[in-house]
């Protein structure tokens, strides 16, 4: 009989681990190549260089605390918000074309779709009382 008598905690799924990958790749991204991401920034926002750095980092911190039980909840709350923030660079995208990008445009307007798909996704995996990880 072993003493310990605490519960195991459950092992993370892997769909916990692709999506803070997912997300922790998509950040460092911003940083090693952020002039896609500065194309994409609408002429209406101001300093598009600290708006790609805030939504790099924003990415990498909520895909590692993801990672972590005690910050899991928040990490997805923030990611939430991350991805309403960023769907105008998504949709300026789409609407006038993705500059430096060879991307035909009706690939630019099937991303949009996505975005309330990786919304659920982060939602389930971090937030949702019916997960599993």
């Not at 911190?61 to 990490?75: E, H, I, K, M, Q």
């Not at 009706?106 to 919304?119: A, C, E, G, H, T």
């Amino acid at each position: 009989m072993s003493d310990d008598i605490s519960p195991k905690k459950p092992a993370p799924s892997i769909q916990l681990w692709v999506l803070a990958a997912f997300f922790i790749a998509a950040g460092a991204n911003h940083f090693a190549n952020p002039a896609p991401y500065l194309a994409m920034i609408p002429d209406y926002l101001p300093a598009p260089g600290e708006l790609v750095w805030i939504s790099g980092a924003a990415e990498v911190l909520g895909g590692l605390g993801v990672l972590y039980p005690g910050t899991r909840v928040l990490a997805g709350w923030g990611l939430i918000l991350l991805l309403l923030a960023v769907f105008p660079a998504n949709l300026n995208a789409a609407m006038h074309g993705w500059s430096g990008m060879t991307l035909p445009p009706w690939i630019l307007w099937l991303r949009l779709p996505f975005q309330p798909v990786l919304l659920w996704w982060v939602y389930r995996v971090c937030i949702s009382r019916r997960q599993k990880v």
